[in-house]
């Protein structure tokens, strides 16, 4: 993040250090701050979370001024030490600094020839290289945009940049190609960030940077231009939360608020979804009715837990609109030859809207002719920007690494795109009875959090476990993998989700005594006899030892015999049971992880938003 202030205030390392805080969630195995100290840039940096870099300025504090930068790390290039944190100087001259997200792919011949023309590198990271083009450009030219807009013609790859030096002072440069930069618009004071999240305690104003723009800051104007020099505009947008709601909010981890956000952003999902007539409403289509009615297949693609929520999404709008779809894993769609045309519509979900998997299938897509729709959590943010129509969801902003509330959201608003196809396309499909039991929903996540003080005891019970399994069928399939893939992440316990019909075809032999099995059951009312099949899946894991913990519906009495522990979710659709069977795995990952003692919130390795491929 970026800051430039009053003349006449020094209030810049303040705010810094405040946004890196907000901040921290996108990456934090290092930080660092820089500011224009008179004549010279001075800065501090520290490898491991930001309250390293707090004492560092305790015990060495730093000169207070109006222009600062700082940055958190998740590491790319060079491992994460005190050396290769950002910023990073550029120049022998001491007055330029700069932080940088992203990967310059063609750092090392662009480092070779620094090094031949006798620059001396301190840290091993790709980002250097840009400081020291940067300084020498600003020799040549002596202006900071100028010499910005020289660089970034010579580099490929993605990046965000920020840049200060101190022979202007209350000027921040940024440039973004690739990577997010969003600019605050304070009184008197201007703000740059990687999303609104650093500055949101002091502005809801913001300004959407496109594609390959650089922007000017000091405390009083904005300018921004494209790379090729020509002047742009960017798009104001007011922020839509505010700083409370990115507070823990008396809970002891921002996963656990987020976990009770969830009936909240089910409900704010689906508000304002249908039109005075009943007609479903989706937010920024800019595909017509006419087109989509021609649609042959829907390709969703996504990472993550966001990939599970397509999963759920398939069931729904197979089953709803009767279009055949795919969900693919964004990375592997890309580079894999996709077949695809017009009539495809290729749907991306993504929490952070920046996810670089996710936006190269999109861009992959559209360079295919297909049409794009978003299902995204961040207004502005690049994915959909970049796709022909979205459809926000409003989980608010998702500060733990893991995702909980984005996923309700995002499985909310697929089951909203699957009802609107299956009317676009005339299927008999009972929409007003699916939207009503949607809107029970909220209620019953918040009932059913008001249950879950048996889970946590398993969870402490369950701290020395070295590997949990996960069953699931039909929709429950990507609920087991997702119940999974939280327990990795939180826990860092060997965990795998199954479809529970292939049980018998390899991964029973995974079964011995004592091994923990979770196996979220389908509704006694699902077709097909689809509960029966799964309700004999659990005696064959209970007759070969397992522990068997069992998610079923209330009054659902046929899993009791084999089950060592039910935990009872509310009855719902069958379809729509994702919403609530995934809420107990989500808080069993969240209290195993702290029976662990481990950082619930900034697992090891991870970081939030992954914007490199
Ligand atoms: O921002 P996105 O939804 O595109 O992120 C996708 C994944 O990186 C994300 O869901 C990741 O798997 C989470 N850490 C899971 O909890």
Known sequence: MGYVGPRT???????????????????????????????????????GKLS????????????????????????????????????????????????????????????????????????????????????????????????????????????????????????????RRNSP??????????????????????????LELGQDQIVTITPETYEIINFDGTPSQGKAYEVTWDAAEAEKGGYATFMEKEIHDQPHAVADTLRGR?????????????????????VTKVVIVACGTAAYAGMVAKYAIERWARIPVEVELAHEFRYRDPVIDAHTLVVSISQSGETMDTLMAVRHAKELGSRTISICNTHGSTIPRESDAVLYTHAGPEIAVASTKAFLAQITAS??????????????????????????????????????????EIAYFMADSRAVLFLGRHVGFPVAM????????????????????????????????????????????????LHGKVVSNIQEIRARGARTLVIAEEGDTDV??????????????????????????????????????????QPRNLAKSVTVE
């Open 181 to 206: 930069l969003v600019v605050g618009l304070g009184e008197g004071e201007n703000f740059l960030g990687s999303d609104v999240a650093a500055f949101i305690g002091y502005t809801r104003q913001a």
């Open 9 to 47: 205030d020094d209030k810049a390392l303040e705010v810094i250090m405040e946004g890196l805080g907000r901040l921290e969630y996108r990456g934090y195995d290092s930080a660092g701050v820089a500011v224009v100290a008179g004549a010279l840039v001075e800065t501090r940096k520290r490898s």
């Open 482 to 529: 997702e119940g999974a893939l939280k327990l990795k992440e939180l826990a860092y316990i060997h965990a795998e989700g199954f479809a529970a019909g292939e049980l018998k075809h390899g991964p029973i032999a995974l079964i011995e005594p004592g091994q923990p099995v979770f196996i979220i059951v389908p509704s006694p009312d699902s077709e097909h006899g």
């Open 52 to 175: 390293n870099l707090r004492s560092a300025l305790q015990e060495a504090p730093l000169p207070q001024t109006a222009t600062a930068i700082g940055h958190t790390r998740w590491a790319t290039h060079g491992g994460p030490t005190d050396a290769n944190a950002h910023p990073h100087r550029g120049g022998a001259d001491g007055k330029l600094a700069i932080v940088h997200n992203g990967i310059i792919e063609n750092f090392h011949g662009l480092r070779q020839s620094l090094l031949a023309r006798g620059v001396r590198f301190t840290s091993e990271t790709d980002t250097e290289v840009v400081a020291h083009l940067l300084s020498e450009a600003f020799t040549a030219t002596g202006d900071l945009t100028q010499a910005i807009r020289e660089v970034v013609a010579s580099l490929d790859g993605a990046f965000t940049v920020l840049a200060l030096h101190a022979d202007q002072p209350h000027v921040l440069v940024g440039a």
């Open 560 to 601: 009791e015999p084999f089950a060592d522990e039910v935990i009872r979710v509310p009855r719902t659709l069958p379809l729509l049971a994702p919403l609530l069977t995934v809420v107990p795995l989500q808080v069993f990952a969240l209290h195993l992880s702290t029976a662990k003692g481990l950082d619930v919130d």
């Open 274 to 294: 249908t039109d005075v007539d009943g007609n479903l409403a989706l937010d920024e289509l800019h595909i017509s009715e006419d087109e989509l009615k021609v």
């Open 415 to 456: 089951y909203i795109l699957g009802l609107y196809l299956a009317r676009l396309r005339g299927e008999q499909t009972d929409t007003a009875a699916v939207m009503g039991e949607l809107k029970e929903i909220p209620a019953k996540i918040e009932k059913l959090l008001g249950t879950m003080d048996r889970v946590r």
